[in-house]
């Protein structure tokens, strides 16, 4: 499989996903820090932590069950107890109330619900019916958590700003996505694979938010500024000069306003600017196609692994450098706004995951040219029961074979 084997490949993932992920878990520290100052966590909620302990817990135990899942128990055994340490901070500071919101919410969910799960599977389950019950509870959960920000892409579409949804955080969310869907990947782990390929697409779809509203206020102020500005400041093409009366200054702004038979130059410099743009999103949009045509064309080679059953023309080592291309360049092109060059990588990506996927499903399977030979070759040496010797022969061989049947 190239020059790095598949468990090294795990062990790679699998520790690039314990420093991202142990980053995230080091993010609200500076809140808490704020916490400590003030001796307060008034205007702060507690459910991020309480679902982020319940989330570490249960892939903690899911490590504990399986074979060899060292990294997945290091990177959860840090996250439950600094999520632990945040809990009880939050509860020393906490007013009355909050604090009994959330000795509730921790002794019904996190307690309560997790107790429950363990004392089930642990009780009435056993061996690998075990493992795959947990396997799915954590599938399920790590969907729901990937599916919470949800309510916050809303609210950056409704009010057309970013003040709740942190780039960075976005980013690391995606990168960790990644690294995980990989380790999974690999380890054929489906349970922790398939939820990331969701927190992945989340994560984009998060970036492209933020990419797009960053720049814009709050839709209760700027947009009704702009429009008051623009109703005082139109002018008639009839004069050369007008007045501009602005409401937010005390004097007045003498705006030279050219008629449109003066204004030849300008009209020629914009001609040059809009056939600049013009050419530039031909150009774009190009490249945008052939990038897809690229990306799709795997699709028969795919075709041909799954009718053959053999991953001979599938190196996995090219399927995952093809896709961590495609994560480099998406970011390369969301942050700079070329959106051209970020959105074929996306397909990219995909594909990039649907070749892994086939990889492992295929990979120790037989070409299935080799097992019509093989079953050519097994009718042609059947002996009859009648003899108790016979002579085959080997199309392939200049000798007869003698055989004797018993």
């Not at 899911?62 to 990294?71: C, F, I, P, S, V």
């Not at 050419?279 to 196609?289: D, T």
């Not at 097992?371 to 002579?391: F, R, V």
């Amino acid at each position: 499989m190239g020059f790095l084997s598949n468990d090294q490949l795990t062990f790679i993932f699998g520790l690039l996903g314990n420093i991202v992920a142990a980053g995230m878990f080091l993010a609200p520290v500076p809140t808490f820090y704020t916490i400590f100052k003030r001796k307060s966590s008034e205007g702060f909620q507690s459910i991020p932590y309480s679902v982020a302990f319940m989330s570490a817990s249960l892939l903690l135990y899911y490590g504990l069950l399986k074979t060899n899942a060292y990294l997945l128990i290091s990177i959860n055994s840090i996250g439950c107890a600094f999520e632990a340490t945040y809990l009880i901070i939050y509860l020393i500071y906490a007013p009355k109330q909050e604090k009994m919101y959330t000795i509730k919410l921790l002794l019904i969910f996190n307690m309560g619900s997790f107790g429950s799960i363990l004392l089930v599977t642990m009780l009435l389950m056993k061996g690998s019916n075990r493992l795959s019950a947990v396997g799915w509870i954590c599938a399920v959960f790590s969907v729901a958590v990937c599916a919470a920000p949800l309510s916050v892409m809303r609210r950056v579409i409704r009010t057309k700003s970013v003040e709740y949804l942190p780039f960075t955080l976005s980013a690391s969310l995606t990168l960790n996505a990644v690294m995980w869907f990989f380790y999974g990947l690999l380890q054929h782990d489906y349970y922790i694979a398939l939820p990331n390929v969701l927190g992945f697409l989340f994560g984009i779809a998060q970036m492209i938010l933020y990419m797009v509203y960053k720049n814009q206020k709050n839709v209760g102020g700027k947009e009704e500024h702009h429009a008051g500005n623009k109703e005082v400041v139109e002018m008639t093409n009839e004069s050369e000069s007008c007045s501009v009366d602005d409401p937010h200054s005390e004097t007045k702004i003498s705006t030279c306003c050219f008629k449109a038979k003066n204004s030849n130059a300008n009209n020629k410099t914009e001609g040059i600017c809009t056939n600049g743009s013009n050419r530039l999103s031909a150009v774009g949009w190009i490249c945008a196609v052939f990038s897809v045509a690229v990306c799709a064309a795997p699709l028969s080679v795919m075709r041909r692994v799954i009718r053959t059953r053999s991953v001979e023309y599938l190196p996995f080592t090219l399927s995952a450098s093809l896709t961590l291309n495609a994560v480099m360049w998406f970011f390369y092109g969301l942050l700079q706004h070329d959106y051209y060059i970020a959105l074929p990588n996306v397909l990219g990506f995909l594909f990039g995951i649907a070749q892994m996927i086939l990889y492992m499903v295929y990979k120790n399977q037989k070409n299935v040219g080799e097992k019509e030979q093989l079953a050519g070759n097994k009718e042609a040496l059947q002996m009859t029961n009648e003899s108790e010797s016979c002579i085959v022969d080997d199309p392939h061989m200049e000798t007869k074979i003698c055989i004797c049947d018993l």
